[in-house]
């Protein structure tokens, strides 16, 4: 786990610690210190802490002209303990809604659990997003978290995707895919 770096090949189009519109705007970053973990595993010092113990993620693209973000998650999503989706909402999510941006790409290839304790911030989170014809994707969450968080019936709020070669996308057309694909299917 702690090798796995965020997806770098986007970088010369974005990055957030350059953002003067994003959370992590002027964060620095060590190559070499490994001082986040989860649980007692030493993540790469790329990945962002917005106040979870246990997840972490990097924000890959925020397109403020088209709308969108694509963040990629690491780690262990849990309601239940941490109330990962209030910090992740509270802390990210809402300041980009902030600035315009409504949909939302979360990469979840490495959420490796999910834990769930309620409905309320997914609801509320879906309801604002829905009032701006936004919505929240998940891309690639292993499995059994997938199967963990469809028990929980949070995809009814979180779109749950798969697409295995996303990295060789250009961020727009990554974009443009997933949202002509919700499109489809709500016209359906």
Same mark, same amino acid.
């Given at each position: ?7 770098? @090949?986007?970088? *010369?189009?974005?990055? /957030? ?17 490994? /001082? ?7 993540? *790469? ?12 993620? =990097?924000?890959?693209? !925020?397109?403020? %002209? ?11 999503? @849990?309601? !239940? ?5 209030? %910090? ?6 809402? =300041? ?5 941006? *409504? ?8 959420? #490796?659990?999910? *834990?769930?304790?309620? =409905?309320?911030?997914? %609801? ?5 997003? +829905? ?8 891309? @690639? ?18 779109? #749950? ?8 996308? =250009? ?9 002509? +694909? #919700?499109? !489809?299917?709500? @016209?359906?």
């Amino acid at each position: 786990m702690q090798y796995i770096e965020p997806f770098y @090949n986007w970088r *010369h189009i974005y990055i /957030s610690e350059e953002d003067r519109q994003s959370p992590f705007f002027g964060r620095t970053y060590s190559e070499f210190e490994f /001082s986040l973990t989860v649980y007692n595993y030493y993540i *790469h010092p790329q990945w962002d802490d917005f106040g979870s113990r246990t997840l972490y993620l =990097k924000v890959l693209l !925020a397109d403020y %002209e088209e709308k969108y973000a694509v963040i990629e998650l690491i780690g262990e999503w @849990n309601d !239940a303990i941490e109330n990962d989706i209030m %910090e992740l909402k509270r802390e990210v999510l809402e =300041k980009f809604m902030f600035e315009g941006i *409504h949909k939302f790409i979360l990469v979840g290839e490495n959420v #490796l659990n999910y *834990h769930s304790d309620g =409905k309320d911030y997914y %609801e509320e989170l879906y309801e604002e997003l +829905s009032d701006e014809n936004g919505w929240i994707v998940c891309l @690639n969450m292993p499995e059994q978290t997938q199967y963990d968080f469809k028990q929980a019936r949070l995809n009814r709020y979180v779109e #749950l995707m798969e697409l295995d070669n996303w990295r060789t996308y =250009k961020p727009y057309h990554l974009f443009k895919k997933i949202d002509n +694909s #919700l499109s !489809a299917r709500l @016209n359906e």
